[in-house]
């Protein structure tokens, strides 16, 4: 757990953090700010990947941005973050702050990884899968660490926190430098950023991971489910609903008839 913060991740920090993140609303979140090292975090924004070095680029109808997950083609510093949101002592650390046992954080890009958004980008309201289509495991916590130096309000971009019935954002997170945000996902942890406005040579950045637990009764796997804003077009809207409506229907199609080899074609 060498590149996290040790003066504030720690076991005497577990009680004020699980308080955040019960009272969390409109779901549960909590915010750590200087969640890493300080030497770390510099590093990881001097040595962050290019957004040409990112395997995936998604610019669709809901989302513009890029992710990869080859830690080990990154700076040596990003295999240790890794490590260190990997390890025992600091999935004990969260589990007793969440309140869920047994977590996990797999081994491939549904497990951690990075996004990048550059001028234009934006990733609309939406709740993420359910259940890991190849592990078979529910997915129950995202922890990302933002890298954004000057992150201005003004450049859009904000972690949007939604009601259940995505009619009113609830919560906006500036996504600033070094700061971690814990959330639950449910089937209504609905949550986004708006497109961002930003000068030449800046992109939104950060660090993903995304924790697992053994499936519970009553847990069914659904994939990402988008949801229009208010104030989208009534043309956006239609299009959206009908595009997730046909995805959805597939891939539960697909997960029911055991079709793992589909899914894996997308690792």
């Known amino acids: 757990m060498k590149s996290i913060n040790s003066?504030?991740?720690?076991?005497?920090?577990?009680?004020?953090?699980?308080?955040?993140?019960?009272?969390?609303?409109?779901?549960?979140?909590?915010?750590?700010?200087?969640?890493l090292d300080e030497k770390i975090a510099d590093s990881l924004y001097e040595n962050f990947p290019k957004v040409?070095?990112?395997?995936?680029?998604?610019?669709?109808?809901?989302e513009n941005k890029s992710e990869g997950s080859s830690f080990e083609q990154y700076h040596g510093d990003f295999v240790s973050v890794l490590e260190s949101i990997k390890s025992k002592e600091f999935v004990n650390w969260l589990e007793q702050v969440v309140k869920i046992d047994d977590l996990t954080l797999p081994d491939d890009h549904r497990g951690a990884g990075v996004h990048q958004g550059k001028n234009g980008s934006f990733l609309d309201i939406h709740v993420d899968f359910s259940v890991h289509p190849i592990l078979n495991l529910h997915r129950r916590l995202n922890?990302?660490?933002?890298?954004?130096?000057?992150?201005?309000?003004?450049?859009?971009?904000?972690l949007e926190l939604w009601d259940p019935e995505v009619s009113?954002?609830?919560?906006?997170?500036?996504p600033a430098f070094n700061r971690c945000?814990?959330?639950?996902?449910?089937?209504?942890?609905?949550?986004?950023?708006?497109k961002i406005t930003v000068p030449e040579g800046v992109t939104r950045k950060s660090i993903y991971s995304y924790y697992y637990s053994p499936i519970g009764e009553g847990v069914k796997y659904h994939d990402t489910i988008f949801k229009p804003r208010p104030t989208d077009s009534t043309l956006k809207k239609t299009q959206t609903h009908a595009k997730e409506n046909v995805k959805n229907g597939i891939k539960k199609t697909l997960k029911a008839l055991g079709l793992t080899s589909v899914f894996k074609k997308f690792e």
């Open 181 to 194: 945000v814990i959330f639950e996902t449910n089937d209504v942890s609905y949550h986004g950023y708006d």
């Open 7 to 35: 003066s504030i991740i720690n076991a005497d920090s577990i009680a004020q953090y699980r308080e955040q993140f019960q009272n969390g609303q409109p779901y549960k979140y909590l915010i750590i700010d200087n969640f």
């Open 52 to 62: 040409t070095e990112l395997r995936k680029h998604y610019k669709g109808l809901n």
């Open 143 to 158: 922890l990302l660490i933002f890298l954004n130096k000057g992150w201005k309000k003004e450049y859009g971009g904000l």
């Open 168 to 174: 009113v954002c609830e919560a906006e997170i500036l």
